[in-house]
């Protein structure tokens, strides 16, 4: 049935592909590694493989992985069970090879498999390789319309993104735009938002847009505070915008604070902080919070049902641009300044974000979390699941160079490392040799 329908509606069942691998995946694949590693003691076997229960599961998943050459499982076993030094060295060997493997061998699902793997075992760099194989194959690709191991459309036009190749982006956006459907609209904005020079004075206009939201933003000063732990005293700098956007944020802080200040104008939540709500009666925000916007229209309106009548808080889903990126969803901080963007704001500031490159969140982010070294673990498996680090940074940072976004001294540090060096960076703070 799947064939037939696959023969019949190829447009319909690759218009809007899978956005990223499910971490229940990335858990499965680290599962069964961690049952083969129980099982041996010292060097893998001659013959079999050192990962009998991996294998099984990337084959039961249509996963080439012997396209990788027969060594590699040897090497990953390796960087996985030996100390710090030869650690180090297996996976360097590991990276030299997957070098000499072109990206066409494997579909960018397939390589993008092995990078959430590497990821889960904190390997950053190992993980870096697989997803520029991942991005060479999909812009390999040499048809639209995808075969069993085809790359589907979208994903081919998030790479064009991603390699910064505007030209070709706009000339198959123009060819082949009854193949993306609806996405149409989004790819267009979204590449209007990311390029230098993109005109973006159409796109409040759009259907996707609230205009009582761009209302709100647009003509005023803006800038977005996030929850990294900074000891800056910029609270006199944040408070003199119109609109100061933050995350998570419910009420102002009981003590003036003079790092973050307290004022917040727009309030983005993320699932978890709307599910820590649910216990409450009635919702009350701080009142000179005007918008709390959030991805999870479901739960955004379990939450408009505890607000109190008398209060006014307006409330929105934020505009999705995650079918149309390469690997996974968006991080707070990519995902509230796209939404700000798509409804004409002008440039805005950022403060106190760094992609986590600051360790320590800041009190009240995330209060189940808040105390503990939780959230640690956390950012690995959101890594290696539905947060793919390199497509929050390929957004912040194209938004930076376009000159729609400035920063802190910690934002513009962390918008000049460049990808490689940013995920060099995440492996040293939170990778299996951290220091």
Not at 247 to 272: F, H, M, Q, S, W
Request: proline share 6%.
């Amino acid at each position: 049935m799947q064939l037939r329908l696959q023969s019949l509606f190829p447009a319909i069942l690759h218009r809007t592909p899978r956005p990223f691998l499910r971490a229940a995946h990335t858990r499965s694949y680290y599962a069964a590694l961690r049952e083969d590693l129980a099982d041996r003691d010292g060097p893998p076997p001659e013959s079999g493989g050192p990962f009998p229960r991996l294998t099984s599961e990337l084959r039961r998943r249509g996963i080439r992985y012997e396209r990788l050459g027969s060594g590699w499982m040897d090497g990953f076993h390796a960087a996985v069970t030996s100390p710090e030094g030869e650690g180090r060295a297996a996976l360097a060997q590991l990276s030299g090879s997957i070098g000499t493997i072109h990206g066409s061998e494997l579909t960018s699902r397939e390589w993008i498999h092995f990078y959430c793997l590497a990821l889960r075992f904190g390997f950053f760099r190992l993980g870096y390789d697989f997803r520029l194989k991942a991005r060479e194959s999909a812009l390999a690709a040499a048809g639209d319309r995808p075969g069993r191991y085809g790359n589907p459309p979208l994903k081919r036009m998030a790479a064009l993104m991603e390699s910064g190749n505007w030209d070709l982006f706009d000339r198959k956006l123009g060819d082949s735009g009854r193949l993306f459907g609806r996405q149409t609209s989004l790819l267009r904005d979204l590449g209007a938002i990311l390029r230098q020079n993109g005109d973006i004075r159409e796109i409040p206009q759009s259907r996707d847009s609230d205009p009582a939201f761009a209302d709100f933003v647009r003509d005023k000063t803006i800038c977005f505070v996030g929850p990294a732990k900074s000891q800056r005293l910029d609270a006199a700098e944040i408070e003199a915008y119109e609109r100061v956007v933050r995350c998570n944020t419910l009420r102002a802080p009981e003590a003036p604070d003079p790092v973050k200040g307290g004022r917040c104008d727009i309030t983005y939540l993320n699932r978890n902080r709307i599910a820590s709500l649910e216990d409450q009666g009635t919702v009350n925000f701080s009142g000179d919070i005007g918008w709390a916007v959030s991805k999870d229209g479901k739960s955004l309106r379990g939450l408009r049902k505890k607000l109190s009548p008398a209060r006014g808080l307006q409330t929105r889903a934020t505009r999705d641009f995650t079918p149309v990126l390469f690997n996974g969803s968006l991080t707070a901080a990519p995902n509230a300044l796209l939404d700000l963007m798509a409804h004409g704001s002008g440039p805005v500031k950022v403060f106190h974000t760094d992609l986590m490159l600051t360790v320590e969140r800041a009190t009240g982010y995330d209060p189940k979390l808040q105390g503990t070294t939780a959230h640690v673990e956390k950012f690995i498996l959101s890594c290696a699941g539905p947060h793919d680090p390199v497509t929050s940074y390929f957004v912040l940072s194209s938004l930076f160079r376009a000159g729609r976004v400035t920063g802190d001294e910690g934002f513009t540090a962390a918008m000049s490392l460049g990808e490689s060096a940013y995920m060099g960076t995440l492996e040293k703070l939170y990778g299996r040799y951290a220091t």
